[in-house]
């Protein structure tokens, strides 16, 4: 088994166990090994990187390597003042010294730190659930908001700018097996116009960015649900994780995305469209939580538009799944065929649900900044 043999060559104490495949990623393939000595046991995460999604994984290596580094100093000089042990994994060196190794096929693979006595979850479970969740994201907004953006590779060119999309869309639909799937259903036309109703409005925050009223800040680039790790003994927030997609970017596509992912009790692959909804108390507890752990990160620009980021990262993940969809699925990976067209319908809902409770959503946010 190559995930075997490749997790021997990273510098990890003990004989190797097993390995066995973790997670259900869209991107990665993840693997977990365990490694024992004759008195304890390692258990670490090992990854092939996608090469499709990620063209230099050296440079992404490079900036996870310093990202974590630099948030891992940062939290041992504020400990003292926390009210919790936050973490974050830490990369671990092959034996030849290097963050990943290159395998005959030069496919390149990374091992890294496992958060042991945590789990995450695929739905949120509750208010507190929620409050821990977006407590998480703003302490690690707060550890590396002194990164300099120039020290980051965009290792995702395009990743987050949603205008850019559409010419993954524009170009799928102009092949006759995209034009096919777009012609397969009444589902994948109505995805269509409500993808093109809003095509116009999907540039606000691009637009904002040109005119300096946002600046590009390190940010995490994917703060789902299931990215967010939960402390097993006391129910906190204990870490985030799946740092990929750290780069320079805009805070407010961080928040809109973890909105979007954790006020949606009923997960990404929900089949019941009836229970897909933006919970708005979620919502709250959620940027409470943010702001107590965020040190003042945000300006009043991005308190204005979070309703704004909520529904624009929904409506662009919606757009990147009908986009994949139509391509054949070459991003996202798949379990059946439909099932990115599936996804995008799911977004679609939830976007909605969005639209309908702007009013609500907006009193909500004038409360809680009001604090």
């Keep these: 088994m190559i995930s075997a043999i490749i ?3 990273f510098d990890i104490e003990g004989y190797l166990v097993s390995v066995e495949p973790l997670g259900s990623g869209n991107v990665n393939d993840t693997y977990i090994a365990i490694f024992r000595t004759v008195f304890d046991e390692h258990k670490v995460v090992i990854q092939r990187i996608n090469k499709t999604v990620f063209t230099n994984p050296e440079e992404l290596m490079q900036n996870m390597h310093l990202v974590t580094e630099h948030a891992h ?14 973490q974050l994994p830490k990369v671990i060196p092959s034996k030849a010294g290097k963050d990943f190794i290159i395998d005959e096929d030069g496919e390149y693979w990374r091992a890294i730190t496992r958060i042991a006595s945590a789990h995450s979850y695929d739905a949120v ?14 302490n690690f907004h707060h550890i590396i908001s002194d990164i300099p953006c120039d020290q980051l590779f965009d290792t995702l060119p395009g990743f987050h700018i949603t205008p850019d999309y559409f010419k993954k869309l524009d170009n799928a639909l102009a092949t006759p ?15 269509m116009k409500f993808i093109e109703l809003r095509r116009e409005w999907s540039s606000f925050l691009e637009d904002a960015k040109a005119r300096g009223e946002v600046q590009l800040r390190p940010i995490h680039g994917d703060p789902k649900t299931t990215n967010v790790m939960i402390d097993d003994a006391t129910s906190k927030g204990t870490a985030i994780i799946d740092l990929d997609t750290v780069k320079p970017g805009l805070i407010l596509y961080d928040i809109g995305d973890c909105l979007r992912s954790c006020c949606n009790p009923a997960g990404e692959e929900c089949t019941d469209f009836t229970k897909i909804y933006f919970d708005v108390d979620f919502c709250f507890a959620l940027l409470n939580g943010y702001q107590q752990h965020s040190k003042g990160l945000l300006t009043d620009f991005d308190k204005e538009h ?23 699925d070459v991003y996202f990976k798949t379990k059946y065929d439909g099932q990115n067209l599936h996804r995008a319908r799911v977004q679609v809902q939830l976007c909605r649900s969005i639209e309908a409770n702007e009013s609500k959503i907006r009193r909500t946010l004038e409360l809680l900044f009001k604090q």
Excluded: C, M, P
């Design 306 to 328: 979070i309703y704004d980021a909520a529904r624009l990262i929904t409506y662009e993940l919606a757009l990147r799944f009908f986009a994949d969809y139509l391509a054949g």
């Design 177 to 191: 097996a995209g034009k096919a799937r777009l012609q397969s259903s009444q589902v994948a036309k109505n995805v």
């Design 125 to 138: 479970q509750n208010i507190n659930h929620a409050l821990e969740i977006g407590s998480v994201l703003g």
């Design 73 to 86: 100093q940062r939290l041992r000089e504020e400990h003292d003042d926390a009210e919790r042990i936050w």
């Design 7 to 9: 997790a021997q060559q």
